[in-house]
């Protein structure tokens, strides 16, 4: 399945099948990105970051692609399992501060996968 | 493995009670910072800390403030809580460029009646 973006917040994928996570993100100048994985009732989880040099990434059964053309970043997850089901974030880096750096998030997608 | 707490899973507050929320990080990162996440709005950040003593504003500082005496440790406090300050609020630490990813606390759900 894929989702385009925020206006689907919701995303249900058949358990075996993979799974396409969109975002759109803000700033043409953001330079570092990051997948994050929230399950509910616990923090976000760190699941893969992509810097703006790098037009893909892989990990473990997840893969992130960045466009920087059209501004757009996605998240494949290979073989979709049950313990996927939760919310996915993408995050982009908008500037650095006094050695910190600030991250916007987007408001997420829920995955939901059905057996 | 990063490890960042919280103290307090559930808080229950009256309005006008000052409330602590503590974060500690055992990674010796040099950055701190606090958000807030609600429903349909996704995480919005409330302070940030690069060094102890340091602190910065970060979208929504408005009703409260931290402190950071320790590298470890980050404190945000609401000084007279309202309603609207009903929450959750997650920590997170990193280190400074090139390996900045941020990683999260569990999560702080205040309820402010």
């Known amino acids: 399945g894929e989702n385009v973006g925020l206006h689907l917040p919701t995303l249900s994928v058949q358990e075996g099948d993979n799974s396409i996570i969109n975002c759109a993100y803000s700033?043409?100048?953001?330079?570092?990105f990051i997948w994050y994985k929230q399950e509910s009732g616990k923090g976000p989880q760190f699941i893969i970051d992509i810097r703006s040099n790098m037009d893909k990434r892989q990990g473990q059964r997840v893969t992130v692609l960045l466009n920087k053309t059209v501004k757009h970043l996605s998240l494949q997850i290979a073989a979709t399992q049950p313990g996927d089901s939760a919310v996915y974030f993408c995050?982009?880096?908008?500037?650095?501060?006094?050695?910190?750096?600030?991250?916007?998030f987007g408001t997420g997608t829920q995955l939901k996968v059905e057996l | 493995d990063v490890k960042v707490t919280q103290s307090s899973r559930y808080l229950v507050k009256r309005t006008g009670e000052k409330v602590f929320l503590e974060c500690v990080q055992d990674m010796d990162h040099e950055n701190m910072f606090w958000y807030r996440q609600d429903p349909g709005l996704g995480l919005r950040l409330i302070y940030f800390s690069y060094d102890v003593k340091m602190k910065e504003k970060g979208d929504i500082p408005e009703g409260y403030s931290v402190s950071r005496e320790k590298k470890e440790r980050f404190s945000l406090i609401l000084e007279s809580a309202s309603t609207n300050q009903t929450s959750m609020y997650l920590c997170?630490?990193?280190?400074?460029?090139?390996?900045?990813?941020?990683?999260f606390g569990p999560g702080t759900r205040l309820l402010v009646l």
């Open positions: 700033n043409s100048a953001s330079d570092y």
């Open positions: 997170a630490s990193s280190s400074p460029f090139p390996k900045e990813t941020q990683y």
């Open positions: 995050a982009e880096r908008v500037g650095v501060t006094g050695g910190g750096n600030k991250l916007t």
